[in-house]
């Protein structure tokens, strides 16, 4: 089914996606297999062997690619095998200009990994976008963006952002994890590659983990798929199948996700023990036009600071929910909370998480799609 000018909801459950040609399955089939039949040498029906390219994994990448308006996806282990293979890309010498605030196993991977390889990063706020132009040199291949970031919900332009990046022509990269394909698209905004980690809202149920890639440039794409086939860290068929299933039902988990998450803020923001409240859809939060330009709805991840920014508080808050569960990870069906100050970020050295904002007291929620009463009811208890 050709979903090139069909709305979101549709692309979600046909993109990328034909009935299976031998017995006529409405749903791709798991192809669990690691090798395929060949009639003669070098004569088969497009299948190999599944390192390089498996059914199942091949009917998920296009439907990535259909649902972020991209031509050419690629499907990896986790959002950080995605995030290797597009470091991969890039060589000693290199620089990259990244958000400051982001997630703490991208920073991890940037500096414990990449850097003794002689790539060069540069960790910058980016709110301000005129602001980054002078971090970038002769030498920048990437600009690394996060928009809403983790975990201060950051909002970045990334409009603007790509226009610095063409300026100078350098590359430009999103993680578009928090907002998803539903409410923001980077490539429609001028980004050259968009990556995913589908472990969260994507596959949505907190049974898989698996990363993405997505983009409109064919060397890029080339590329990625050279070095996804030369280094292997691939998406199994079975993960692949539960990620279609779960993209099928993405539209319809985000607008429960961010109806729930505007009643969860507005609590939060009136709350008397609550110093700030950091989600894109409070006319308040830094940068709310340009999220309320460039997403269709504000998404369902918020942080909430202390007004006794203590540690010990917060670790307590978030031991004493009943519908929140205290877990690693985010975008599920069910609602989260974390500390990222000792969990998600603890990969950060204090001063420079204290510089993005992430204070000691700061707790990230994931909200998930209960009833919002019953969370908002949750948190007011936990906060007594």
């Not at 996806?73 to 986790?78: D, E, L, M, V």
């Not at 898989?208 to 997505?214: P, R, S």
């Not at 409240?277 to 460039?294: C, F, R």
């Amino acid at each position: 089914m050709d979903t090139k000018n069909a709305k979101f909801g549709t692309k979600a459950i046909h993109g990328g996606i034909e009935p299976d040609e031998s017995t006529g399955a409405i749903m791709t089939p798991i192809y669990q297999t690691s090798t395929y039949v060949q009639s003669e040498v070098g004569k088969h029906k497009g299948y190999e062997y599944s390192r390089t390219l498996n059914p199942t994994r091949d009917a998920l990448e296009k439907n990535l690619a259909a649902i972020e308006n991209g031509k050419y996806g690629a499907a990896f282990a986790s959002g950080l095998a995605a995030i290797d293979a597009m470091l991969k890309m890039l060589n000693p010498g290199d620089e990259v200009v990244s958000t400051n605030d982001l997630y703490g196993g991208t920073f991890r991977i940037f500096k414990s990994i990449f850097e003794k390889f002689g790539i060069k990063f540069h960790f910058v706020p980016m709110e301000d976008v005129s602001s980054v132009e002078q971090y970038i040199n002769k030498n920048t291949r990437l600009i690394w963006v996060e928009t809403p970031t983790n975990p201060m919900l950051n909002i970045i332009d990334i409009k603007a952002m790509s226009e610095l990046a063409k300026k100078h022509d350098v590359m430009l990269g999103v993680d578009n994890t928090f907002a998803t394909p539903y409410l923001q698209n980077p490539l429609d905004l001028g980004a050259d590659l968009v990556m995913h980690s589908v472990t969260k809202y994507l596959g949505g149920h907190s049974d898989i983990v698996m990363g993405a890639l997505v983009t409109n440039r064919k060397d890029i794409a080339d590329e990625i798929y050279h070095i996804q086939n030369s280094s292997g860290g691939v998406a199994g068929p079975m993960d692949s199948f539960l990620v279609l299933r779960g993209i099928k039902t993405l539209h319809v988990r985000i607008q429960r996700h961010c109806e729930n998450a505007a009643k969860v803020a507005k609590m939060l923001n009136d709350h008397p023990k609550v110093d700030k409240v950091y989600w894109p859809g409070l006319e308040s939060h830094p940068n709310h036009d340009i999220a309320k330009k460039q997403m269709r709805d504000f998404g369902g991840m918020m942080s909430f600071t202390l007004k006794d920014d203590s540690q010990e508080n917060a670790h307590n808050i978030v031991t004493k929910t009943k519908v929140f569960t205290l877990a690693e990870s985010l975008g599920g069906v069910e609602s989260l909370l974390g500390h990222p100050a000792t969990m998600t970020h603890a990969a950060i050295p204090k001063e420079e998480r204290e510089k993005a904002g992430v204070k000691d007291s700061l707790i990230r929620l994931s909200i998930g799609i209960e009833d919002g009463d019953d969370l908002v009811a949750d948190l007011e208890e936990a906060l007594k």
